[in-house]
């Protein structure tokens, strides 16, 4: 029984110096910074923050440019096919200046995503 009243004993002392030493911490964590502190710390985290907008900001626009790049290359290539399959209704010569004109007009829809694509990237 001697020894019960020895463990809590000991227990007590150990939960009584976790508390002052929690205390002695707590009081240590108000301490208010210097106005001069404060303000280069502020500024540090602002720039930070701006940064970090900045970043995610051309990410988003390099993406969305991407997207578009490849919804345009999307779009060229399927008028190219249903363009080249309205010239296999023709005969002859009519069928392949027309199939020439939808090559053409492939070309150059490939040529304005892609100037698209670079006029958007930072």
Known sequence: ???????????????LSAGLVSMALLAGCNDAKSPDTAARDIAKADNAAAAKVADAQRDAQKDMSTDAYNVALAQAEGDHKVQIQKCETLQGHDQQVCKDQAD?????????????????QP
Not at 9 to 15: A, P, S, Y
Not at 104 to 120: F, H, I, L, Q, R
């Open 1 to 15: 029984m001697g020894a019960q009243i020895e463990i809590l004993t000991m227990k007590q002392k150990l939960f």
């Open 104 to 120: 053409a007009d492939y070309e150059a829809a490939k040529a304005n995503a892609k100037a698209a694509k670079v006029s958007t």
